[in-house]
C-alpha cells in the first residue's frame, strides 16, 4: 500500500488581540496604543521567519471593546500597509466589512496594498455583526443577517470584477512610446447588481498574484454557502473534534456542489495555546496568566457581557444552570453563529468553573495547553482526521508566545513533513498552493477605447 503523503498544514497568525485575556497585562505582552504598528510589525517579523502563510488582523468598524483590553483602534489598512513594508514574504489578511464600505473604496485600498506588498493580500469577507456599528453610518440598526450575506454577495461580485478590470498586461510604463497604459486592456465593469452599480474600470493595476484571495467565516447554513461561493480560505470556531469533522466535510461538500475544488479551500479552526516544555509548566503557565485576568472587574465585564451582576457568579462553581435561559434569550449572542455556539458550550460545561470560562476568553477557539509535541500532535491528528488544512491560531502573548511556536513546534512539524523549509514563491497564492487565477473579465470584455 503507497503511504499517503502528509499534508502540510496551512499556518495563519491572529494579531488582533493575545489568545489569553491577560496577554497583554504581562510585562512581555504590554502594548501601548501608540505602539500599535511596531507591535504589528513585530508580529508579522516573527510570523515571516516561522514561515507561516498569513497573519490576520479582525476589525469592526465601531467602538466594541469594555475597556478591558486593549482596542481594535487603529484602520487595518494602515497597519497592514506598514507590516507588509516590515516584510518579505508572510502573507496577510484584512478584514473589512461589506455592510459599512463600497467595493469600489475597498477593492482600491487593497489593490494598492497588493501592490505595495507584490501581491501578499487576502480580504477577511465580513458583514459585521456588532450590532453598534450601524450607528455610526446613519443606520437605526443591522440589516437581519440574510440581507447583509445579500449586500455581500453583490459586493463582492463587484469587488471580483474591479479586480479584474485591468488585463495583466495593461501596464505598459513605456517611455519610449509614451505609452504608460495600453487603454485597450483596461476595461470597464458595468456592475448593476441588487445594492451597487459601478461603472468602473478600477484605476489601479491587476494584482501581481492575480486577484487577492478571499477568506471568510461563516458558520449558519447560509454562511457555509457564501464561503463554499467565494471563499479560498475560511475560518471556523471548533472546540469538539467530532464537529469539526462534520463541518469541514459539509463545507467541502458545498464547495463541491459549487463546481470548485475542495483542495483549493483551506479550512482554518482556530486554536488558542498556552504552551511550556513540560505539561506541567504550560499548566503553570496558565495558571500565571489566571491569576492576572482574574480580578474583580474582570468577574464584572463578564457577567455584564451576559447581561448579569457578578454577584449571580461565583468564581469556584460552574456556570449556573438557572440563568442559561435568560443568556440564551438575552441580545448578548451577537457574534457568530460559531462563537456563540462555541461561547454556550463553554457555559454549559459542568466540569469548567467560571474562574476557567473567563480564563478560556470566556468562549471561543479550542485552548490546548501542553508541550511543543502535544500541539504538534493536535494539529497532525486533526488534520489526518479531515477536521482542518490549518490553523487559525492565537498565542496566549505576543509577540513572544509566537516566537516560542516558532522556536518549538516549527521545527517539529517540519521534521514532520508538516510545514515548509522555505517559501514556495513570492505572492500569497504561492502559500496556499493556488494557481494565478484567470482573468473572468476578459471572456467578456468591454473595450474602453473610444469607437470613433
Ligand atoms: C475566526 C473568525 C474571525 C472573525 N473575524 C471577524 C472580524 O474581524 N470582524 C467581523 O465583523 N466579524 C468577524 N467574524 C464573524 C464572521 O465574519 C461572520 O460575520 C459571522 O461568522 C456570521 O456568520 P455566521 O452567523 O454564518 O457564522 C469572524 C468569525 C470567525 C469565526
Not at 118 to 135: H, L, M, P, Q, Y
Not at 178 to 191: E, K, L, P, Y
Request: contains cysteine.
Amino acid at each position: 500500500m503507497t503511504p499517503t503523503r502528509k499534508r502540510r498544514l496551512h499556518l495563519n497568525v491572529q494579531s488582533s488581540y493575545p489568545g489569553h485575556p491577560a496577554g497583554w497585562r504581562t510585562e512581555e505582552g504590554r502594548r501601548l496604543p501608540g505602539e500599535d504598528i511596531a507591535h504589528i510589525q513585530a508580529v508579522a517579523r516573527v510570523a515571516e521567519k516561522a514561515l507561516f502563510n498569513t497573519v490576520f488582523l479582525a476589525d469592526s468598524p465601531s467602538m466594541t471593546d469594555t475597556g478591558e483590553a486593549p482596542t481594535r483602534s487603529l484602520d487595518p489598512v494602515v497597519l497592514l500597509a506598514a507590516a507588509a513594508l516590515a516584510t518579505e514574504r508572510v502573507g496577510f489578511i484584512l478584514t473589512a466589512s461589506t455592510t459599512f464600505t463600497h467595493p469600489y473604496n475597498l477593492a482600491r485600498q487593497i489593490l494598492s496594498l497588493e501592490q505595495l506588498s507584490k501581491g501578499r493580500f487576502a480580504w477577511n469577507i465580513v458583514t459585521t455583526t456588532d450590532e453598534r456599528a450601524s450607528g455610526n453610518f446613519g443606520m437605526s440598526k443591522m440589516p437581519p443577517p440574510a440581507e447583509r450575506y445579500a449586500i455581500a454577495a453583490d459586493f463582492t461580485d463587484a469587488f471580483v470584477k474591479l479586480c479584474d478590470s485591468w488585463e495583466d498586461a495593461a501596464l505598459t510604463g513605456d517611455p519610449q512610446t509614451g505609452v504608460w497604459a495600453d487603454i485597450s486592456r483596461i476595461h470597464a465593469i458595468d456592475h448593476k447588481g441588487p445594492y451597487f452599480s459601478i461603472s468602473g474600470p478600477m484605476q489601479v493595476p491587476r494584482s501581481p498574484q492575480g486577484r487577492p484571495m478571499l477568506v471568510q467565516a461563516g458558520s449558519s447554513p447560509i454562511g457555509r454557502d457564501f464561503a463554499a461561493r467565494y471563499a479560498d480560505a475560511v475560518f471556523t470556531v471548533q472546540t469538539v473534534r467530532e464537529e469539526a469533522i462534520a463541518y469541514y466535510s459539509d463545507v467541502k461538500s458545498r464547495i463541491r456542489g459549487r463546481g470548485r475544488d475542495p483542495d483549493k479551500v483551506a479550512i482554518l479552526p482556530g486554536l488558542s495555546l498556552v504552551m511550556g516544555g513540560t505539561e506541567k509548566e504550560a499548566h503553570a503557565r496558565l495558571d500565571w496568566l489566571d491569576q492576572i485576568a482574574n480580578d474583580r472587574s474582570t468577574l464584572e465585564t463578564f457577567a455584564n457581557s451576559l447581561g448579569l451582576e457578578a454577584c449571580d457568579l461565583d468564581y469556584d462553581k460552574p456556570f449556573p444552570e438557572h440563568l442559561l435561559a435568560s443568556v440564551e434569550e438575552g441580545d448578548w449572542l451577537r457574534r457568530s453563529t460559531g462563537h456563540n455556539q462555541a461561547k454556550l458550550r463553554l457555559l454549559k460545561e459542568p466540569t469548567l468553573t467560571v474562574r476557567q470560562i473567563i480564563a478560556r476568553g470566556s468562549g471561543g477557539h479550542f485552548r490546548l495547553v501542553g508541550t511543543p509535541e502535544q500541539v504538534a500532535d493536535f494539529m497532525e491528528d486533526w488534520a489526518d482526521a479531515g477536521a482542518a488544512d490549518g490553523f487559525n491560531l492565537f498565542l496566549d502573548v505576543y509577540p513572544s508566545g509566537l516566537a516560542s511556536f516558532a522556536e518549538h513546534v516549527v521545527p517539529i512539524l517540519q521534521r514532520r513533513g508538516r510545514h515548509r523549509t522555505e517559501y514556495e514563491g513570492p505572492t500569497l497564492r504561492d502559500h496556499f498552493g493556488l494557481e494565478r487565477p484567470a482573468n473572468r473579465l476578459i471572456s467578456n470584455p468591454r473595450d474602453l477605447t473610444p469607437s470613433s
